[in-house]
C-alpha cells in the first residue's frame, strides 16, 4: 500500500513541476485574471438576486453587449495561454473591454470583472518571457570567465613593457660583448697610446 502511496505521490509531484515549467513560460497569471473577469461581466446582466421573497431582476438592455464583452475575455484569457505571442495584442484588447464594460454591463459587472480584465491585461502588455536558470547559470559563468581573462590580458599588458626593457637591454649587452671580440675584455683599439704611432700601430723596432 505504501508503495502505491509514494509512486501516487511522486507522480503529483512531478505534474507539479511540469505544469509550474508550463506556466513559467507564458503569461499565464494575466490570461487567468482576464479569463475570470468575463464571467462576472456577462452573468450579472441575466442574473437575478433573490432577498427573502423579493427578485431583484439585473437584466439590462445591453445584455447581449455584456454577453460579448464577457466571451472576448475569455478567449482573450485562453489565448493568452495557448498564444502567447500576442501577449500584446489581447492585453490591450482586454484592458479596451474592460473599459467599455463600465457603461455597458452594470459598470463592469459591479466593478469586479473591470478590475480583473484591467489588470490581467496591464499584465498581459507588460509581461516578458523569463530566462532558463541553467541558461543564467551559464551566462554568469561565461561573464565571470570574460572578466578573468580581461584581467589576465591587462596584467599581460602592464607586464609586457619590462619584458620588452629587459629584452632590449639583454640585446644590446650581448652586441657590445660580441663587438669587444666575443670574450668580454676591452677592444685593444681603444687603450692605443698615442705614441705607438698613427692609428694604434705599434712602430716597428
Known sequence: MSAEISAISGQIVRRRSQFRAWRGTRPFWAGLYVLLGGFPIMYFPYAHLQFGHLTLAMSTTAGAGSLIIGVLLIVLGISLWFQKHIQIFAGVAAILLALVSLPVSNFGGFLIGFLLALIGGAMAVSWAPGVPPGTQERGDAEQD???????????????????VTEAVTEAVTEAVTEAAGGTGEPNELSETNPADGANGRHSAG
Open 145 to 163: 570567465g570574460r572578466t578573468l581573462r580581461s584581467a589576465e590580458a591587462r596584467a599581460a599588458t602592464e607586464a609586457a613593457p619590462e619584458a
